[in-house]
T-cell receptor, first 114, second 113 residues
Framework: DSGVTQTPKHLITATGQRVTLRCSPR?????VYWYQQSLDQGLQFLIQ???????AKGNILERFSAQQFPDLHSELNLSSLELGDSALYFC?????????????FGEGSRLTVL | QKEVEQDPGPLSVPEGAIVSLNCTYS??????FMWYRQYSRKGPELLMY????GNKEDGRFTAQVDKSSKYISLFIRDSQPSDSATYLC?????????????FGKGTLLTVNP
C-alpha cells in the first residue's frame, strides 16, 4: 500500500459528460502529480501541484483541469469527454516539488467513456 | 524520435531465467534513471534508482546505465512468477529548480512456473 488513495476506482460514463477524480496523497507529501495511462501512449504526465500551487504542466488537454486543496488532496476534472479519454488515471505524490525523487502512485481510476 | 524507447514485449520466460529489460533514450539531459514495477491493476512502484553510469545491485535486481550509449538495462536473476509485471523505465532531466520525469511505455514480463 503506497498510502496514496484514489477514488473512484472505476467510472463509466458517456461522451460529452464531466467527471471528477479525487486523490489523497501520502501523509506529509506536499506534491501531487496526475498521469494518464493508455496502451498506446504509456504513462503520460498531465500536471503537478505543490502545496496548493500548480508547479508543472504536461500534456493536459484544455478540457481537463485540476486543483490541490488546502488539505493537500487533489481533484482532476475531465469535461466534454470523448471516447479517446478512456484510460487509467493515476495520482502520485512526493515529499518535495522538484520531481527528482521517488513518486508514490495510487491504484488508479479506470475511466471508460461510452 | 521519442525521448525514451522501450520494447513493450510481451516477454515470457521460465522460472529461474535471467531477464534483461532495456531502454534507450535520446535526451542527453537525462541525469537520473529509475525502474518502476507495475503489477496488474496496481500503480507503479519504484524498484531501482540510480544516477551514475555503471551497475547498481539490489538483491536479484541489477540496474545498469551506460550514458555514453544512452542505454539502460534492468537484469533480474533467478526470476520468479511473482516478478510477472510491467516494468517501466523512467528518466529525469533537470531544468533549473525543477525536474522533468519521462517514462518508457513499459515491458510486460511473464515468468512461468
Amino acid at each position: 500500500d503506497s498510502g496514496v488513495t484514489q477514488t473512484p476506482k472505476h467510472l463509466i460514463t458517456a461522451t460529452g459528460q464531466r467527471v471528477t477524480l479525487r486523490c489523497s496523497p501520502r501523509s506529509g507529501d506536499l506534491s501531487v502529480y496526475w498521469y494518464q495511462q493508455s496502451l498506446d501512449q504509456g504513462l503520460q504526465f498531465l500536471i503537478q501541484y505543490y502545496n496548493g500551487e500548480e508547479r508543472a504542466k504536461g500534456n493536459i488537454l484544455e478540457r481537463f483541469s485540476a486543483q490541490q486543496f488546502p488539505d493537500l488532496h487533489s481533484e482532476l476534472n475531465l469535461s466534454s469527454l470523448e471516447l479517446g479519454d478512456s484510460a487509467l488515471y493515476f495520482c502520485a505524490s512526493s515529499v518535495d516539488g522538484t520531481g527528482s525523487g521517488e513518486l508514490f502512485f495510487g491504484e488508479g481510476s479506470r475511466l471508460t467513456v461510452l | 524520435q521519442k525521448e525514451v524507447e522501450q520494447d513493450p514485449g510481451p516477454l515470457s520466460v521460465p522460472e529461474g531465467a535471467i531477464v534483461s529489460l532495456n531502454c534507450t533514450y535520446s535526451n542527453s539531459a537525462f541525469q537520473y534513471f529509475m525502474w518502476y514495477r507495475q503489477y496488474s491493476r496496481k500503480g507503479p512502484e519504484l524498484l531501482m534508482y540510480t544516477y551514475s553510469s555503471g551497475n547498481k545491485e539490489d538483491g536479484r535486481f541489477t540496474a545498469q546505465v551506460d550514458k555514453s550509449s544512452k542505454y539502460i538495462s534492468l537484469f533480474i536473476r533467478d526470476s520468479q512468477p511473482s516478478d510477472s509485471a510491467t516494468y517501466l523505465c523512467a528518466m529525469i532531466s533537470s531544468g533549473g529548480s525543477n525536474y522533468k520525469l519521462t517514462f518508457g511505455k513499459g515491458t510486460l514480463l511473464t515468468v512461468n512456473p
